[in-house]
Structure formats: structure tokens, C-alpha cells
């Protein structure tokens, strides 16, 4: 936990930087601290705050700008929580009543009941890739020509896609790309999935033209979970 004038500090850049989107510097804070704090002490208790990721430092500005882990802890710690009046809970409870298949659906219907209570465009990230694990990869054959295949990940995501083979294809070479999968990127978390991996694995462990698609589901599914600007 963060001493109190840390956190006043937190509070401080957060709030100036969500109104102006400009790095915020020692000075700006030392201004709008309800405390009489100097500019140095700031400067140290900022230093401290890059430190454990609550903010960062930005390449054109001395400044800095609230990080996703200080956000966080702005909400979890620094917030006040809203009383919200009881036909807006039973508003949320009778719209999420409803079976959801994947964690993102969940995820989307609360950005869009969000949306209406407030009238203002709501947008929700899901967890950072690094955060996230493959945890299952599965071929399920179709017809004779197509199967889909399903990527499983630990925060119950699940990403299907259909494939229609070429004729060339053989099941064994399909089998072992199953097996590669499995053996080599179940476990690892989205963030360590990149194109050069998948890329490398392709050519050294399955060797075939046609299967390396399959490893696009694995891409997409980590490329959608990045952070938008």
C-alpha cells in the first residue's frame, strides 16, 4: 500500500491527466496538492511511484502519466463507491439474467449496459495478454474437407475457426500440428505468442505449407487483447 501523500499524489496526476492528456510534472502536482509538499519531495515520491508501475514516464516529457496498474489501484483504493438507486441494480441483474458462453460476452454486455446508464461511449479491455495462459487446443473434423479448430484460454475465452482443407493435405500432418500445439504453447501465457514463434515453430517442428494457418488462431486471439490507443 501507498502512503497517504503518495496517494494524494496518484490521485492528483490521474485527475489532471484525464482532463488536460498531457504528461503531468512535479510542479503541476506540487500546485494542486491540498498539502504543502516541495517540489523535490514530489519529484522523489514520483520516482517511487514509476517504480512500482503506478505511473510512467514518457519519451518527449519529464512528466508522467498514470499506468493500467495505477488506474487500478486509483479504483480499488482511491474511489468512493457510487450508491447506486435500486431500480438501476435490478436494471443490471435482469440484463446480465441470461446464460453467456465466453467470458468477453459478459465482458461486452457490461461495456453496453455501462453505455446506457451513463450516456457516454464505454469501452472494456480484457486481461492482459500476459495474464492470460492457452490452455487446451482441439481439432474437431467436420466433413471429410473441413474441421474447425478450437483454442481454449485460462480466462475461459474460447476462439473457434473453420478450416477447409486442400486436397494435399494429410490427416498425420494435421495431427502433428495438434501435437505441436499442445506440447509447445499450451501453458504459455499470449503475451510469449508472438509471430516469430509461431513462425519458427512452423518451420522447424511441422514443415508443412498448409497447417501453419491453424497457428493464426493462435495469433488472433492474442493480437485482439491488445491494448487499443
Not at 492528483?12 to 503531468?24: A, G
Not at 512500482?52 to 496498474?69: A, D, F, N, V
Not at 457510487?82 to 440484463?95: A, H, R
Not at 467436420?142 to 483454442?151: D, P
Amino acid at each position: 500500500m501507498l502512503t497517504e501523500r503518495q496517494e494524494l499524489i496518484l490521485k492528483t496526476i490521474i485527475t489532471d491527466f484525464t482532463q488536460s492528456h498531457e504528461p503531468v510534472g512535479s510542479k503541476t502536482v506540487m500546485k494542486q496538492l491540498p498539502i504543502k509538499v516541495s517540489s523535490a519531495t514530489i519529484r522523489n515520491e514520483m520516482a517511487v511511484l514509476e517504480e512500482q508501475g503506478l505511473i510512467e514516464k514518457t519519451h518527449s516529457s519529464s512528466g508522467r502519466i498514470p499506468s493500467s496498474e495505477g488506474y487500478r489501484y486509483y479504483l480499488d483504493n482511491l474511489v468512493e463507491p457510487l450508491q447506486l438507486p435500486e431500480s438501476v441494480y435490478n436494471t443490471i441483474g435482469s440484463q446480465l439474467d441470461r446464460p453467456f458462453h465466453q467470458v468477453n460476452e459478459i465482458v461486452q454486455e457490461a461495456a453496453r449496459i455501462l453505455s446506457d446508464l451513463t450516456n457516454y461511449t464505454a469501452f472494456a479491455e480484457g486481461p492482459e495478454s500476459h495474464d492470460v495462459r492457452v490452455t487446451g487446443f482441439r481439432i474437431v473434423p467436420l466433413s471429410q474437407r473441413q474441421i474447425m479448430a478450437i483454442l481454449v484460454t485460462s480466462d475461459g475465452n474460447i476462439q473457434n475457426q473453420v478450416y477447409a482443407l486442400p486436397h494435399n493435405i494429410h490427416g498425420e500432418e494435421i495431427e502433428k500440428a495438434v501435437r505441436m500445439i499442445n506440447d509447445q504453447l499450451v501453458g504459455k501465457s499470449l503475451n510469449e505468442i508472438n509471430v516469430s514463434l509461431l513462425s519458427e515453430l512452423a518451420k522447424n517442428e511441422l514443415g508443412g505449407e498448409h497447417v501453419t494457418e491453424l497457428l493464426s488462431l493462435v495469433e488472433e486471439d492474442r493480437s485482439a487483447r491488445e491494448p487499443l490507443d
